[in-house]
């Protein structure tokens, strides 16, 4: 086996892996809730939480972690995501379930960003955007299996199992970096140079943008298994096929921004904005009928995760030779959406409005809408803004 495709393919494993824990308890609310002792509304904090622990942890560890060895630091930071699924798998109690998904989320991030960069190094420059997207494509897929076999697992065998097959399956993925990985020293850029570049103002806006705009995907997303048992009467089994078609719908709207955001980055991210908006601030009625609510889980798993793409390769064009810390810092700024949308999704179900979460998603993606207008100002066709120097769909 080719030694570049093996390395890579190992990296895009252990990205699934991560990938997976994030929104796995989304769709286990009702097991979580009803075995801790909680509602529904505060079982969903537990992603609050991992976001939260993503958004602070990840850039402090990518920092503190600079001058060491890479390969060192990438099984080291597996390693930590083992232990966090491994607590949160034992947890007796609902804080300690918090605990242990806080230890994982602290690895998410800066892993994150250590398989991006790594994988730029181990192919010729005029490869590097199919070497991202190789890696990066472990998010999507997670989105598209692991979330979804994890929810079915949830279901069948209890919600204590997803988070062991979850522990396992980091063991494996650093089974898989350890022996094909190189030996790479830490990265000749000081701290103060990363610093420099998330400084930016270009990459500042992008990270506003990102998180405003994604926490109107993550108000709904977060309760979706009990508004559609809740509001539009599907079973258990149902959402869990519903989930798995969101998950074919991120994944193949991140391919198709992907290669819009090639010929055209400002048109891109604002057709996603606008896109999300409509869908979201349909949901409450779309709801009221199955297939229609069938219709909006799939646009919305469609338009999700697009925005990635262009925000991305903006961030990656500006951070040149110190990417590391601007690239943790915006995959907090998913996370930070996540936090801030799950919260406020878990208002609104505590106060008995469920079904209405996509309006206050829609104002959120209409804020990241007008953002775009600072980060990505009009041009005509051809400028730089709009042909990144890196496409990716991270």
Known sequence: MDKTFARLAALCASVFVVGTSEYLVAGLLPEVGADLEVSQGTAGQAVTAYALGV?????????????????????GLMLLFAAGSAVSALAPTFTVLLAGRVVSSLSHAAFLALALVMATGLVDEDKTGSAIAAVASGFTVATLLGV???????????????FWVLTALTLVAIALLAPVLPRQQAPAARPRDEIGVMLQKPVLL???????????????????????????????TAVSALLLAYGAGSF?????AGRLTDKAMSQTVRGVFGGLTGVLAAIPLAVAWQPTAVLAVLVLGLLAT??????????????????????????????LGVAAGSALGGLIVAAGALRFTGLAGAALSLLGLALTYLVLPRTRTGEHPDNPAVPTAA
Do not use: C
């Open 206 to 236: 992008a990270v506003a943008t990102t998180a405003v705009g994604f926490s109107g995907v993550a108000v709904v997303y977060t309760y979706i298994t009990p508004l559609l048992t809740r509001v539009a009467d599907f079973s258990p």
């Open 252 to 256: 193949l709207g991140n391919l198709i």
């Open 306 to 335: 697009a925005t990635i793409a262009p925000l991305q390769g903006l961030i990656m064009r500006h951070a040149g030779a110190a990417p590391n810390l601007a690239t943790a810092v915006n995959v907090g700024a998913f996370n």
């Open 55 to 75: 958004v602070i942890g990840g850039p402090v560890v990518t920092m503190l972690t600079a001058r060491l060895p890479r390969k060192g630091l990438a099984i």
């Open 148 to 162: 979804p076999l994890g929810s079915l697992l949830g279901h069948a065998a209890g919600w204590r199992a997803p």
